[in-house]
């Protein structure tokens, strides 16, 4: 069984610049969310991404965007990067009925400077 | 609206003494609750879940919670601390029936003292 991966590892952009980030979910899984977690902070829900359709969405703007692929893979993309942005990104993956049981990948350090 | 709770930032326990890590839930409906674990620069591992069943969930490395209605509560612990326990720990809260997002606590960062 093969686990939830992200692309890239790390990631250094500037101020004003656009990123894509990239995970793909554990097998079996329909359910991708992504996670924000600031240095020494808990990780915060940015949204989730059920068949293809955003399922749920947390108090992040609308410059952080995503996509769900067939195969259940997802993107997410923020535009007009800032200072702030700089942060761990990670990935879950979920199976639609299944306790809310979520598997992390090991998530993207972004660096915005 | 959900929230978690975490007491403590920092813990340090001897090796071989026992680990307690509080966590205290807010939640308009009977939760779901998790505990999870998060080494440097590594994604996040569940150690546990309670998902309505019973009350004293045990999990991986010799971890358990106890979940207290009552006090609105979901402690970790551990009887015998060992090094590679060393970790940030989340506790981390949904609400059955919906949009299966987790909301985190900030973390309790787990020194183990040899």
């Known amino acids: 069984e093969t686990g939830v991966t992200q692309s890239p590892t790390h990631l250094i952009k500037t101020r004003g610049q656009q990123v894509t980030l990239r995970c793909s979910s554990q097998?079996?899984?329909?359910?991708v969310s992504w996670y924000q977690q600031a240095l020494g902070q808990g990780p915060q829900f940015i949204f989730q991404?059920?068949?293809?359709?955003?399922?749920g969405r947390g108090n992040f703007p609308p410059r952080f965007s995503g996509l769900q692929f067939p195969n259940y893979s997802s993107e997410l993309n923020v535009n007009a990067l800032e200072l702030d942005d700089s942060a761990l990104y990670l990935c879950?993956?979920?199976?639609?009925?299944?306790?809310?049981?979520?598997?992390f990948g090991p998530g993207t350090r972004l660096t915005v400077l | 609206a959900q929230s978690v709770t975490q007491l403590g930032s920092h813990v340090s326990v001897s090796e071989g003494a026992l680990v307690l890590l509080r966590c205290n839930y807010s939640?308009?409906?009977?939760?779901?609750l998790f505990w999870y674990v998060q080494y440097p620069n590594q994604g996040l591992q569940l150690l546990l879940k309670?998902?309505?069943?019973?009350?004293l969930v045990k999990g991986i490395n010799g971890f358990e919670a106890e979940f207290k209605k009552s006090e609105t509560s979901f402690h970790l612990t551990k009887p015998s601390a060992h090094m590679s326990d060393a970790a940030e720990y989340f506790c981390?809260?949904?609400?059955?029936?919906?949009?299966?997002?987790?909301?985190f606590g900030t973390g309790t960062r787990l020194t183990v003292i040899p």
């Open positions: 939640s308009s409906v009977p939760p779901y």
């Open positions: 097998s079996g899984h329909n359910t």
């Open positions: 879950a993956s979920s199976s639609a009925g299944r306790n809310n049981e979520q598997f």
């Open positions: 309670y998902t309505s069943a019973a009350t």
């Open positions: 981390a809260v949904s609400e059955p029936g919906g949009a299966n997002n987790l909301f």
């Open positions: 991404y059920y068949r293809e359709e955003e399922n």
